[in-house]
Structure formats: structure tokens, C-alpha cells
């Protein structure tokens, strides 16, 4: 059988990390992270004047915002990254930093974000979740991929 005439990627494997704030900075993988989205919007301002034409709204860019990201995690409750003690979960309202890594990609993503919330659910049958959500804030930067 051939294969397909395509290069696209799986995105298993990629690895999310927080860092622990010291210098030097030491990062942990976030333990069991599943399905997520990343990306940046910009904002829009609107510069339309008596004289734009064909009486159409103009608009300019404006400030670029992080996203917000939201990921959800095989909740494991002695995992160092998702207890109370050392985790995620006793992180809500403070500015982390995090290092984004996919497969095949060359670069690191190294972002700020707030940690918004950490949600956990408990279904009767079924595994446990926990669900953490952040808000990227600041410049973002990129460094060569290390192992």
C-alpha cells in the first residue's frame, strides 16, 4: 500500500511545560495533557471617516492579544504538576512561564500566561479530568528545540 502524498503530522507527542519561577528556571511536563488549542488574535480598531470610500468601515491593527488556552488533563492527584502543593492547582492567579514543543518542529514556543482556573471532574464512571485554564500575557519568544 502507498502512502499518502502528504506531510502532514500527528500532534502526539507534544509537550507542555510550566517553569518553577527560579534561575535558573527548571520546567516540568504537565503530566497526561490532552487535546488543545493554541494561537493569537489581534484587535481591530476602527478608523472610518467622512471620507472612506464607497462608505465602508476601515479598520487598522490594533494590539495583539494571547489567547486563551484552555487544556484538560488526566487528573492524577499526586502528580507534582497538578496537586495542590506543587501543581497547577495551587497556581490559580499567578503568571507562570510555558514552553510549548510539537513533533517535527525545530523551535521551542515560550509564552507567559495567568493561570485562570483548574477545574476537576469526577465522573462515576469514567476518568478523571482536570481541566486548566490559562490567559497568555505578554511578548512570546522562541529558542531552539532541546531535549
Keep these: 500500500m502507498a502512502n499518502p502524498n502528504s506531510e502532514a503530522r500527528l500532534g502526539y ?3 507542555l511545560r510550566y517553569g518553577d519561577g527560579g534561575s535558573p528556571q527548571t520546567f516540568a511536563e504537565i503530566g ?3 487535546d488543545f488549542e493554541d494561537g493569537d488574535t489581534i484587535e481591530l480598531v476602527e478608523v472610518t471617516n467622512h471620507q472612506s470610500p464607497n462608505s465602508r468601515r476601515e479598520y487598522i ?3 495583539k492579544d494571547g489567547s486563551e488556552v484552555s487544556f484538560p488533563c488526566n ?3 499526586t502528580h507534582a504538576t497538578h496537586d495542590r502543593a506543587t501543581g497547577l492547582r495551587g497556581k490559580i492567579g499567578e503568571v507562570l512561564d510555558f514552553q510549548l514543543v510539537a513533533p517535527g518542529e525545530t523551535e521551542t514556543y515560550n509564552f507567559s500566561a495567568l493561570v485562570m482556573g483548574v477545574t476537576r471532574s469526577f465522573p462515576v ?3 478523571m479530568q482536570m481541566t486548566v485554564t490559562l490567559k497568555k500575557t ?8 532541546t531535549p
Excluded at 138 to 145: L, R, W
Aim: charged share 10%; glycine share 22%; proline share 9%.
Design 13 to 15: 507527542g507534544t509537550i
Design 32 to 34: 497526561e495533557v490532552g
Design 61 to 63: 491593527a490594533g494590539l
Design 75 to 77: 487528573y492524577i492527584p
Design 125 to 127: 464512571q469514567g476518568v
Design 138 to 145: 505578554g511578548a512570546d519568544s522562541y529558542t531552539p528545540v
